[in-house]
């Protein structure tokens, strides 16, 4: 196991807009909140029985939905998405993230842009290997909401796709920091840190009192 500090501004913000979702219709997290329930207590679609017992139907399908021709085009979704604010944010197998108009599926911006290189790693060990496969969160950094996520990135490290985190201004898109190399992929798939062909990172513990947050590293192939 591996620590890295980060600013107790992001792991503090984290805390807050996550607890208070229980408030809204949001779903800004894996597992909804930060203590994973899965549940939404609150008003919201599917917390209606009346609404949750008639026939469902699709009311869009992205990209078929997106508005604008995509470059590159999208593949598997195996991330699992977050909502917010009307806007669903998504990794995709392609190696771009997704901002998505939740009312109609209507394309806002990904990142990175069509012109630079897609987040992806060299080796792949299965489907979850591909592109961006980690879930994303809200929070709030420096006074902006900002979608956080881990994905390789090939510009670091020994450029076979080492593991960081990356923070967005959901808003449009742009970068607010990108962490160091987290999750560090050498020679033959190796990870320094687990061994790992695979990796995911997760914030998975906040200790306010030592101003500290952890980041564990887990695999698809233990």
Same mark, same amino acid.
Not at 21 to 44: K, V, Y
Not at 100 to 112: C, E, M, R, T, V
């Given at each position: 196991?591996?620590?890295?500090?980060?600013?107790?501004?992001?792991?503090?913000?984290?805390?807050?807009?996550?607890?208070?979702? $229980?408030?809204?219709?949001?779903?800004?997290? &894996?597992?909804?909140?930060?203590?994973?329930?899965?549940?939404? +207590? =609150?008003?919201?679609?599917?917390?209606?029985?009346?609404?949750?017992?008639?026939?469902?139907?699709? $009311?869009?399908? &992205?990209?078929?939905?997106? %508005?604008?021709?995509?470059?590159?085009?999208?593949?598997?979704?195996?991330? !699992?998405?977050?909502?917010?604010?009307?806007?669903?944010?998504? %990794?995709?197998?392609?190696?771009?993230?997704?901002? @998505?108009?939740?009312?109609? #599926?209507?394309?806002?911006?990904?990142?990175?842009?069509?012109?630079?290189?897609? +987040?992806?790693?060299?080796?792949?060990? =299965?489907?979850?290997?591909?592109?961006?496969?980690?879930?994303?969160?809200?929070?709030?950094?420096?006074?902006?909401?900002?979608?956080?996520?881990?994905?390789? *990135?090939?510009?670091?490290?020994? #450029?076979? $796709?080492?593991?960081? +985190? &990356?923070?967005? *201004?959901?808003? =449009? #898109?742009?970068? @607010?920091?990108?962490?160091?190399?987290?999750?560090?992929?050498?020679? $033959?798939?190796?990870?320094?840190?687990?061994?790992?062909?695979?990796?995911?990172?997760?914030?998975?513990?906040?200790?306010?009192?030592?101003?500290? !947050?952890?980041?564990?590293?887990? #695999?698809?192939?233990?």
């Amino acid at each position: 196991m591996t620590k890295h500090r980060f600013p107790i501004s992001l792991l503090v913000g984290a805390w807050i807009t996550l607890s208070l979702s $229980g408030c809204s219709a949001d779903w800004p997290a &894996f597992r909804h909140n930060i203590l994973r329930t899965g549940a939404q +207590l =609150n008003s919201g679609p599917l917390t209606y029985p009346a609404k949750v017992s008639q026939p469902w139907t699709t $009311g869009w399908t &992205f990209p078929a939905s997106a %508005g604008v021709t995509l470059n590159p085009m999208p593949g598997a979704f195996r991330a !699992g998405p977050v909502v917010y604010k009307g806007v669903v944010y998504i %990794g995709n197998s392609n190696g771009y993230f997704y901002a @998505i108009d939740a009312s109609n #599926g209507h394309f806002k911006w990904q990142y990175p842009l069509s012109t630079q290189p897609a +987040l992806t790693q060299t080796w792949l060990s =299965n489907p979850s290997s591909e592109g961006i496969a980690s879930s994303a969160f809200i929070t709030n950094i420096g006074g902006k909401d900002a979608v956080v996520f881990g994905a390789p *990135d090939r510009s670091i490290g020994t #450029g076979q $796709g080492s593991g960081r +985190l &990356f923070a967005l *201004d959901i808003s =449009n #898109g742009t970068e @607010i920091w990108k962490s160091p190399e987290i999750a560090a992929l050498r020679s $033959g798939g190796r990870q320094t840190e687990r061994r790992k062909h695979r990796r995911r990172v997760q914030l998975f513990q906040h200790r306010p009192a030592s101003r500290r !947050g952890c980041l564990g590293l887990a #695999g698809r192939l233990d």
